[in-house]
């Protein structure tokens, strides 16, 4: 197999820095990874995590999603502009009642996580139609399907990017390209912890009592425990992201968390629409005793799973 050339947006921390580096070290080589990110200052993780493969698998270069002209740059200087799969990874989070976010800050959202898909395509699009080849993979997430309480700009960002892909996938066809949204549920990165950080010193004011304290006692208060019992490593991310680049089919739609699934099957067992509506609804203020039960159950589970998988033995069934 011919060594395929990948760049990789955001890839300073987190998800996007996994995928460079589960690439760049592949052992077949398989792989050319132009990993990019907006700030270089911020290169020494990735760097770390890519010992030895730098100018060999992987280079690192400079691009901000919201800069046509940093994107152009930095596509630009790439041989020939050959790009043979794309993966779009930036992206940025926002939580808290909207009364208390500015229409700046949902910009800001819309800007990264959307139109920077839309900017980074303007720039390759023509070059893989003219070429008749390329894999466009987009991080999206499961708040790609399904809203969730209190991420209403964040959620609608990733809405965005399913339904421009969506559009987008029909005519790609005709030119052989291929879409791969990869809808992951949370996952423990800087995201996570930039998210909280910002909604623990959001300025609540403006939102009325009953809204303030369901988003500090309820959302906030369950959040560290949603992600320690439902949540992925960016490394398990990238595993099934490399998966998807090297199947010969890849799928349009690619959930990465059997944990979240039943969540999100309920948008498609319901075509009112009302089934995942009334079910997070119930988990959060009539059940939350139950729900909470369960996380710590999922927690218990996956705490005796490492424990006995770190001290060698088989894991349980
Ligand atoms: N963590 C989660 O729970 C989930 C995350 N996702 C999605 O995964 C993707 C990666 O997030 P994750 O790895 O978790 O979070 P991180 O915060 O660890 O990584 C986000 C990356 O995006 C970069 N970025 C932000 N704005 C820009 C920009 N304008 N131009 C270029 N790069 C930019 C960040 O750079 P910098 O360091 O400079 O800020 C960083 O490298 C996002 O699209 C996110 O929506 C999807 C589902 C769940
Ligand atoms: C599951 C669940 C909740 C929270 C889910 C969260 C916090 C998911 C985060 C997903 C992320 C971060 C995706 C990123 O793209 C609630 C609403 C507290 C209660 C109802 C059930």
Known sequence: ???????????????????????????????????????????????????????????????????????????????????????????????????????????????????????????TLPDMKRRKSGHIVIISSVMGIQGILFNDVYAASKFAVEGFCESLAIQALKFKLHLSLIEPGPVVTEFERKVFEDGMKMDLSAADKETADMFTNIYLKNYKSIFQSLGQTAEDVAEHTMKIMLSENPPFRHQTNTLYTPMTTLKYADPNGDLPIDTFYKMVFQHDKIFNASLNFIKLLRWRSKKSFDLGKPQPQ
């Open 1 to 123: 197999m011919a060594q395929k050339t990948v760049l990789i947006t955001g890839c300073s921390s987190g998800i996007g820095l996994a995928i460079a580096a589960k690439l760049a070290r592949d052992e077949q080589k398989r792989f050319k990874v132009y990993a990019t990110m907006r700030n270089l200052a911020k290169q020494d993780d990735l760097i770390a995590a890519t010992e030895g493969y730098l100018g060999k698998t992987m280079e690192i270069k400079e691009m901000d999603v919201c800069c046509e002209d940093s994107i152009r740059n930095c596509v630009s200087s790439i041989p020939d502009r050959h790009i043979d799969i794309l993966v779009s990874n930036a992206g940025v989070g926002l939580i808290g009642p909207i009364e208390c976010q500015t229409i700046e800050e949902m910009k800001t959202v819309m800007d990264t996580n959307f139109f920077g898909l839309v900017r980074l395509l303007k720039e």
